[in-house]
């Protein structure tokens, strides 16, 4: 069983940074893909970013190319979303994910457990 708990979220007007936290439960979190997923009101959930094992591979939706960051501390069981220049339309909750086989995947159903989320609001 894999906990994960988000942090980091809060209000900040378009522009505005937030660097959105994920601790993961276990002694084995080296070896998950990790990702993140955000959900607007009355959306589905989408893909965010995504980040190997290793860290040496990343992924990115359109949306977050050239504004997000993802990254992660094997030693802290942590994974990490550094987003810069929020919009409006980045407004949602935020969820990480862990993936058992770490396959680096963007797509939802191939993620083991997800954390709580955490709210993400960018005023405009």
């Known amino acids: 069983q894999v906990q994960l708990v988000e942090s980091g979220g809060g209000l900040v007007q378009a522009g505005g940074s937030l660097r959105l936290s994920c601790a993961a439960s276990g002694r084995t979190f080296s070896r998950y893909g990790m990702g993140w997923f955000r959900q607007a009101p009355g959306k589905e959930r989408e893909f965010v970013a995504a980040?190997?094992?290793?860290?040496?591979?990343?992924s990115y939706a359109d949306s977050a190319k050239g504004r997000f960051t993802i990254s992660r501390d094997n030693a802290k069981n942590t994974v990490y979303l550094r987003m810069n220049s929020l919009k409006p339309e980045d407004t949602a909750v935020y969820y990480c994910a862990a993936d058992l086989y770490g396959i680096n995947s963007s797509t939802l159903d191939d993620y083991d457990y997800w954390g709580q989320g955490t709210q993400v609001t960018v005023s405009s």
């Open positions: 980040i190997s094992t290793s860290g040496g591979t990343l």
